[in-house]
């Protein structure tokens, strides 16, 4: 970039967000990072993660951590197994043993978080910064108000990235474009110790992701490091089924009741996700950005990863394509003449991949919470392996 160093201010410390920081750095361009959590340890960061080798994988290869990566990644994890409703396995791909780092490796989200901060300058997030308000100044420049406890602090930037997820504050600078109910939920659940405490459940999930889809429902157990199964219990249901049904989510026992009337006549060794639960119940309705997401280019601001393109997890894409988008806005970046040059061929490569990625995210939903979802998904997996 041949102009002064322009002031980049990038919104949200996920994946993409700090891939794109990493990668801007080592290219010699100065960058921040502002997040809202107290810290990097402030809160739990879900579940594990495929790393895919045309876009996580290229993004790690780009900021050169792929040695971090291996050293913590689980290739094990790809194990996929699908199970009917009466809990017998009727598919299981299992990798071979000397798959290492081949295929979509899988690694836990707070170690892929991790492998990034650890990369970058001192002091390059700021935490606790929360944007309030994202002010056009014209020119492209921009004035961000942030609240950082119970103070409040100004700073003006020339490029401002929206990293900052589903409910983005920087997106309506672009777009009137709000998510949207896709009409399934999901309950998480977890077990601790899993191998120990639940060999039952553990063996049935195997080494990577098991799933149980039929008639709108299902579960899905996902493995993750240091002995904890992560489990989602999927619905088709209300946004708001559980006010429908007078239930309080804090009320433990009553919602295991509920979800337990929900899976009436799964078998046993499915419904134990339910009971043997050491985490209790977090509910988490599914949201989705309209399949074709665009907006007119706007100088000084741009979006990636959730912000860009929400889409449901049935893709297995989105932390893959945000890393992507953060590797290929800083490439952009590091080899324009100015920052709008690099906004808009940016654009031009993000916003078409986006929504042929979003509509299969939607079909793949649509396949797994259906009538027959049991059906589709043996289809689907055994005409792919």
Known sequence: MSTDTPRIAIIGAGPGGLTCARILQRRGIEVTVY???????????????????????????????????????????????????????????????????????????????????????????????????????????????????????????????????????????????????????????????ADTRHPRLAALTGNGTMMALDDNRGFIAQRNSNGHIRSYLGLRTDEHWHRQAGLDLTDTAAVREALLHAFTGWSDSLTGFITDTDTGYTNRPLYALPLSHTWPHTPGVT?????????????????????????????????????????????NVLLPRSAEAAEGAAEGLASAFAPDSAAQALAHMTGHH
């Open 35 to 193: 997040d809202l959590d107290a810290s990097r340890t402030a809160r739990d960061q879900g579940g594990t993660l495929d790393m895919h080798p045309e876009s996580g994988q290229h993004a790690l290869r780009e900021a050169d951590l792929w040695e971090e990566f291996e050293r913590l990644a689980r290739p094990e994890g790809q194990q996929l197994r699908l199970v009917g409703r009466d809990g017998r396995v009727v598919f299981d791909a299992v990798p071979p043993p000397a798959a290492g780092a081949d295929g979509n490796p899988e690694i836990d989200r707070g170690h892929l978080r991790g492998i990034l901060l650890d990369s970058l300058a001192p002091d390059t997030v700021r935490w606790g910064h929360k944007l309030e308000k994202a002010e056009p100044l014209g020119g492209g420049t921009h004035r961000l108000h942030f609240t950082n406890g119970t103070t409040g602090t100004t700073i003006e930037t020339d490029l401002v990235v929206g990293a900052d997820g589903a409910w983005s504050r920087v997106r309506p600078l672009l777009s009137d474009a709000v998510p949207r109910y896709t009409g399934v939920t999901f309950v998480e659940t977890g077990l601790d110790e």
């Open 303 to 347: 979006l990636l990863g959730d912000a860009a393109h929400l889409m449901s997890p049935f893709s297995g894409m989105g932390a893959n394509l945000a890393m992507l988008d953060g590797a290929d806005l800083a490439r952009s970046l590091s080899g324009r003449p100015t920052v709008d040059d690099a906004i808009t061929a940016y654009e």
